[in-house]
């Protein structure tokens, strides 16, 4: 029997992600080669389309076949294969360390990132708690699938810092445009419109993976309680919970509701799940369904 890769994924799993693509938009790869197709024409195998010669083209890409024919020359162009860099952003802050949030997001994290070290695109990591955010270098390639498993099952939750926060230093460090995977419960009080804006003026499209708690989504309140602010300790004592559920509820649905506009302003994609869900329900039936992969 084969010793098990990661504790993060079973064995089988890493074989299912294997057949997997990240679909990303094109307009957001870099100019090294790669493996996602680019808007423009290039010089891969896979031809694309025609176009007029014009003087100076390279003669070898002339159809001599439709010249013989029209006795028009006409240039043959092929897809132009580039690199798709894949930033890797987990918020392992205070408020992710309930009812398995931040395990499900190191998990659904380990699988994008396995994807694109597959698909032989350029892969960094950025875990968010307190102080300074660790940081995996850009890496590329199967043999850097290793150290990019290990750096998320070291990774430890808690701190103060907020998701939005988070994002300034990433962006301080980061350099390259591609796609930013940003996995949280998104719970700030922050201004996250203008995190997202500095995403998006970076080059990035955002993938925006929202993870709450079971209890978040549908809290059982009765009698007196206590609030308590995971990330800031703050209470509140509340004599009559039971009225407040149908405000909760109004409220966190216009957060996601927010969460998506901001995504979907900017072209990218935003999908709210349970910590509660099956790992293997979040990539392979939710992910696809949304186009997150094919």
């Known amino acids: 029997?084969?010793?098990?890769?990661t504790?993060?994924?079973?064995?089988?799993?890493?074989?299912?992600?294997?057949?997997?693509?990240?679909?990303?938009?094109?307009?957001?790869?870099?100019?090294?080669?790669?493996?996602?197709?680019?808007?423009?024409?290039?010089?891969?195998?896979?031809?694309?389309?025609?176009?007029?010669?014009?003087?100076?083209?390279?003669?070898?890409?002339?159809d001599w076949n439709i010249f013989a024919r029209t006795e028009r020359p006409y240039l043959k162009q092929f897809h132009q294969e580039e690199e798709l860099q894949?930033?890797?952003?987990?918020?392992?802050?205070?408020?992710?360390?309930?009812?398995?949030?931040?395990d499900l997001a190191r998990q659904v994290a380990a699988a994008i990132g396995a994807v694109a070290l597959r698909g032989s695109e350029k892969v960094s990591a950025t875990f968010l708690g307190g102080g300074e955010p660790a940081r995996l270098a850009p890496c590329r390639g199967r043999v850097s699938m290793g150290k990019f498993l290990t750096f998320l099952e070291r990774c430890e939750g808690g701190g103060e810092t907020a998701i939005e926060a988070g994002v300034e230093m990433f962006l301080r460090r980061h350099s390259g445009r591609g796609v930013v995977v940003l996995i949280s419960d998104f719970l700030t009080g922050?201004?996250?419109r203008r995190a997202f804006n500095l995403l998006n003026s970076a080059g990035l499209e955002i993938f925006a993976l929202?993870?709450?708690?079971p209890s978040e989504l549908a809290p059982e309140l009765n009698g007196d309680l206590r609030f308590v602010d995971s990330e800031s300790g703050a209470n509140l004592d509340i004599s009559s919970?039971?009225?407040?559920?149908?405000?909760?509820?109004?409220?966190?649905?216009?957060?996601?509701?927010?969460?998506?506009?901001?995504?979907?302003?900017?072209?990218g994609r935003f999908l709210s799940v349970?910590?509660?869900?099956l790992f293997e329900t979040v990539v392979f039936d939710l992910m696809r369904r949304k186009g997150w992969v094919v």
Do not use: W
């Open 210 to 213: 929202q993870i709450l708690a």
């Open 190 to 192: 922050g201004d996250l």
């Open 241 to 267: 919970a039971g009225d407040l559920l149908a405000l909760y509820h109004e409220y966190r649905e216009a957060h996601a509701a927010l969460i998506a506009d901001l995504c979907r302003q900017r072209q």
């Open 1 to 5: 029997m084969a010793s098990q890769i």
């Open 7 to 62: 504790t993060l994924l079973a064995n089988r799993d890493l074989d299912r992600l294997a057949r997997l693509r990240l679909n990303a938009s094109r307009r957001f790869t870099n100019r090294s080669r790669g493996e996602h197709l680019a808007a423009k024409g290039g010089t891969s195998t896979e031809f694309c389309d025609y176009r007029d010669y014009t003087p100076g083209d390279d003669v070898r890409f002339v």
């Open 274 to 277: 349970s910590a509660g869900d």
């Open 86 to 102: 894949v930033a890797l952003l987990v918020d392992g802050s205070n408020s992710m360390l309930f009812e398995g949030k931040l």
